[in-house]
C-alpha cells in the first residue's frame, strides 16, 4: 500500500466527521477561520520538523511507496496526519458541544 493510499484512508474518516458537523452544527465563520489556521500551522510545523528529522536520517520512507511530490523534504503524504487532526478534533468538538440554547445535543 502506498502512503498515498494509507493517508487517504486515514483521512476520509475526518473529513466525512467534519461535513456532518458542518451540516447539523452549522459551526460561524470564526469556527472555520480558526480551523484553517489551525490547520496551516499543524501543516507548516510538520513540514519543518519531519524535513528536519529526514535531513538528520532519524528516519527514512519507502521511495517507491511515494508520489515524490516534497514540500522541503517531506513529503506530501506525511500532510495527512496533521490534516486530520486538525479537522475531526474541532468536528467532534462541534458535534458533542452545547448547541446556541445552552443544552447538550
Known amino acids: 500500500m502506498s502512503y498515498l493510499a494509507l ?14 458537523a458542518a451540516l447539523l452544527r452549522r459551526p460561524r465563520r470564526s ?4 480551523t484553517a489556521i489551525t490547520a496551516l500551522v499543524l501543516v507548516a510545523l510538520t513540514v519543518v520538523f519531519d524535513s528536519i528529522m529526514i ?22 503524504e506525511d500532510l495527512a496526519w496533521p490534516l486530520a487532526a486538525a479537522l475531526l478534533l474541532p468536528a467532534l468538538w462541534q458535534l458533542l458541544g452545547k448547541d446556541e440554547s445552552g443544552s447538550r445535543t
Open 7 to 20: 493517508g487517504s484512508v486515514f483521512l476520509i474518516p475526518p473529513v466525512l466527521v467534519a461535513l456532518v
Open 31 to 34: 469556527w472555520w477561520t480558526a
Open 55 to 76: 535531513a538528520v536520517d532519524l528516519f527514512r520512507f519507502d521511495e517507491d511507496a511515494l508520489t515524490g511530490v516534497r514540500l522541503v523534504l517531506a513529503p506530501v
